[in-house]
């Protein structure tokens, strides 16, 4: 078996887009979430802390009611809390994921995804998906990030811990601000090392995925082969073909020979110089509105036109451009050559007579 060791072509990282095998990294993710909590509670916090304090007064001031009244409407304050804040986090947690998704792998719809797997039923494969080198990476990642964090969390409790020994002395007003920044220091090391982790697992899942798409060279050949049999792939490189000399089309006018035309819907440019070129070369041909230009371009440049029917159809009909005529082609457009040399042999020759008589040259010398 061939070795793998060509980097996969677009077509190959396309069809893989297409199974799901994209580069995603879970961290990513959950670091977005977790900032994403983080502004939400620095922005919803004092809000959410005045409405535990509006439930905590109401339920004392209705102390004289009855239980079941106090209960019924204490529980009432405390759904229409958690219906406020709760969902509005879980929005801003859905939509976050969604976008941070969306920046890793683009808008993607794999319906393949949605259909049951029997494969995941198969004792066999999942055994071989347990001891896999993914599972692997995945368990020290969780026990790097346990020790991680553990560590950044001793140091900053270690540092600023003892505060807390005098918090009770201190009073809420004291105690809230200092307990404020603990959090920060330990919400900021969280981001912060979710930020890094993010992108090594990023670089990582996709370092694995170009390992697992890498091809042979004769996977690449086979490929390329079955793009040139495809009508559809074919048809588009054609047309960008076109599109390639439409765009230099008025040069490829300018240096042709003689144009046949029919009358106007269809223009085909032909060149031919002998010692240069030993067979005429079609060098542009168009029909309809392409027609049109290709004659307005010919006779800006002076580009001689001939209007001949048949040959214009049959020159549009067997000929590509860049190619020189096929042999059926040959006598006609012969005759046309012919004729547009013995034209410019005559032109030439009045141009002489015209500028010996100017110059009052006798009829002897001009001779």
Request: glycine share 4%.
């Amino acid at each position: 078996m061939e070795a793998k060791t060509e980097r996969p072509t677009p077509k190959k990282r396309q069809d893989a887009r297409k199974e799901g095998q994209v580069a995603r990294s879970s961290e990513i993710v959950d670091g977005a979430q977790l900032l994403v909590s983080t502004l939400w509670l620095w922005l919803e916090g004092p809000r959410l802390m005045a409405g535990v304090q509006d439930i905590f007064r109401r339920a004392t001031a209705s102390i004289s009611l009855p239980f079941d009244q106090i209960l019924e409407q204490t529980a009432l304050l405390c759904i229409q809390l958690l219906i406020r804040f709760i969902g509005s986090l879980a929005i801003a947690l859905v939509l976050v994921s969604m976008f941070a998704s969306f920046v890793q792998t683009g808008v993607m719809f794999i319906p393949k995804k949605l259909m049951p797997q029997l494969s995941a039923l198969s004792p066999a494969s999942n055994a071989k998906n347990l001891f896999s080198m993914k599972k692997l990476y995945s368990l020290l990642l969780i026990l790097f990030k346990v020790i991680l964090l553990s560590l950044v969390f001793f140091y900053i409790l270690n540092r600023y811990g003892r505060s807390l020994v005098f918090l009770p002395n201190c009073g809420v007003q004291c105690a809230i601000p200092v307990l404020a920044k603990l959090c920060s220091w330990l919400l900021g090391s969280l981001i912060a090392f979710y930020i890094v982790l993010g992108a090594v697992d990023y670089l990582f899942e996709h370092r694995q995925l170009m390992k697992q798409l890498m091809m042979s060279k004769e996977e690449i050949k086979q490929e390329f082969k079955n793009i040139e049999r495809n009508p559809a792939i074919k048809q588009r490189m054609r047309a960008m073909h076109e599109e390639v000399l439409r765009s230099d089309m008025p040069s490829r006018v300018a240096r042709s020979s003689v144009v046949v035309r029919n009358p106007s819907h269809i223009a085909v440019c032909l060149y031919y110089k002998q010692d240069e070129t030993p067979l005429p070369i079609v060098t542009e041909k168009g029909a309809g509105h392409h027609a049109l230009r290709i004659i307005g371009v010919a006779r800006q440049y002076h580009v001689p036109i001939v209007a001949n029917i048949p040959l214009a159809q049959q020159l549009m009909r067997e000929t590509q451009v860049d190619e020189p005529i096929p042999e059926s082609l040959f006598k006609p457009v012969a005759e046309v050559l012919t004729l547009m040399m013995l034209d410019e042999e005559e032109e030439e020759a009045e141009t002489e007579e015209e500028t010996a008589e100017d110059m009052g040259l006798p009829e002897r010398a001009r001779e």
